[in-house]
């Protein structure tokens, strides 16, 4: 048991201390070290447990494309339902052996990811759970648990299926007094809040990918071209990028639309003289990006809309300028509100500036103050509502948001989406490449 532990803690140690060797090496190696690292977060008289979702019907006999709850996928890679997750830093004796690391999981169906290797703990049958936990639980008094997790809890110790109700942790705490149950969540998101470098590399591929979406978008749209048409080209040119998946949905919002923040349905055709927010990001290999670019339906600017523009952009600047390791996370949005005040929109602010970004879109994390290795947004935005009698008509219903993914570094920053075509020169001219 004690080399077991030692060999968790060397991999561990190996992570945090030389993760540019772990960067682009072996994958399955990186997920024991974070499996090592979220063990070295429990005492021993905790365990945790995370469940895969549920698969979701979406009509007859149709279901919703699977993915991987994040905290799962982050320790184990797999993206395939019916698996379950323990970690257990008390250990599980087996046979001659005592587990730390418990993979509930059956071999792969065709299509589905090959179970990783485990080198670090055992892969089970998914029948053995009742017994293994039945037998762990008396010894606990904190469990962790996704939210999947919570919902098979019930299934395991009453034996009767449930489902997840607001209060099923406390009626299952009372179940088993002595027993605490928590979110697993934060103890993961210290370790999600700073990547790696093969997850950086995961990131720039979704950039990329992203990046080649936007572009066809510029290329295409002119007065009349739908939001839904500049949705498809976007989409088109991730998944020819090596896109898998959208990271969230596409927000396309052209005229009003572009005030409405999670706007999601994107069937308005342009007009002349609008701007549109196409605020979208590829999914790659599980990670996200997360990018934002505001164009002029008819391929320039007005003068009202560019001033607008560039305030945003300055605003944005003095994000990316403010994020650099050590930096208070409210300082993000302190900078941008001081621009875009100073420029007289002040009034027309509607959300924080900046989120982590990694196999969420809005990514486990703590938002205090800024580390190398973190990656996050930058992306003030100024929304004048349509009939907004403060500000003289040519700029009511503007709405402009300009979003780049940034990696915190020992130096300051680094835009991992700098190369997305951004300023207005940049913008009126890929426009005038019309496709
Ligand atoms: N796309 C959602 C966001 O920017 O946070
Ligand atoms: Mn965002
Ligand atoms: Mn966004």
């Keep these: 048991m004690r080399r077991v532990g030692l060999v968790l803690w060397t991999i561990a140690g190996c992570l945090m201390f030389c993760s540019r060797s772990v960067a682009g090496g072996d994958p399955a190696t990186e997920w024991a070290a974070r499996r090592a690292l979220a063990l070295g977060r429990m005492d021993t008289s905790s365990a945790m447990v995370l469940r895969s979702p549920e698969v979701r019907m979406r009509n007859a006999d149709v279901n919703y494309r699977f993915r991987q709850e994040s905290n799962l996928l982050y320790l184990t890679g797999l993206n395939r339902p019916s698996v379950t997750l323990v970690l257990a830093p008390a250990g599980v004796m087996l046979h001659d052996t005592v587990a730390h690391v418990l993979l509930f999981a059956r071999a792969g169906e065709d299509g589905e990811d090959p179970l990783p290797a485990i080198g670090d703990g055992v892969i089970l049958d998914p029948g053995r759970f009742q017994e293994i936990m039945s037998g762990l639980a008396g010894r606990l008094s904190m469990l962790y648990v996704n939210q999947a997790g919570v919902a098979f809890m019930q299934d395991w110790l009453s034996g009767k299926p449930m489902f997840l109700e607001r209060d099923s942790r406390r009626e299952f705490e009372q179940r088993h007094p002595g027993l605490k149950v928590k979110n697993a969540g934060p ?34 749209c002119r007065p009349g071209t739908n939001e839904y048409e500049l949705q498809a080209e976007i989409e ?28 999601e349905l994107n069937r308005r055709a342009t007009r002349a003289g609008e701007v549109v927010v196409m605020d979208v990001g590829a999914e790659v290999n599980g990670y996200a990006a997360d990018i934002t670019r505001t164009i002029p339906v008819s391929g320039n600017f007005t003068a009202a809309q560019r001033k607008v523009y560039e305030t945003v952009l300055r605003a944005q600047q003095a994000v990316i300028a403010t994020a650099r390791p050590g930096a208070l996370w409210k300082s993000l949005d302190a900078a941008a509100r001081s621009v875009i005040a100073g420029a007289g929109f002040g009034a027309f602010w509607q959300h924080s500036v900046s989120h982590h970004l990694g196999l969420d879109v809005h990514d486990a994390g703590v938002m205090d103050t800024l580390r190398a290795g973190m990656v996050i ?24 948001r300009i979003e ?32």
């Design 404 to 435: 780049d993914d940034v990696l915190i570094t020992p130096e300051g920053s680094e835009v991992l989406s700098a190369h997305v075509p951004k300023t207005v020169a940049e913008i009126e001219q890929l426009m005038k490449t019309k496709r």
């Design 187 to 220: 103890v993961l998101a210290v370790l999600r809040q700073m990547k790696s470098g093969g997850e950086v590399g995961e990131i720039r591929k979704a950039i990329a990918a992203t990046d080649t979406g936007l572009r066809r978008a510029m290329q295409r």
């Design 236 to 263: 088109y040119g991730m998944a020819t990028a090596g896109a898998q998946a959208q990271s969230f949905p596409s927000i396309i919002g052209s005229g009003p639309n572009a005030l409405i923040l999670h706007y």
């Design 377 to 400: 947004t930058a992306e003030p935005g100024i929304y004048i509502p349509v009939n907004d009698t403060t500000v003289t008509a040519e700029y009511r219903g503007i709405g402009v």
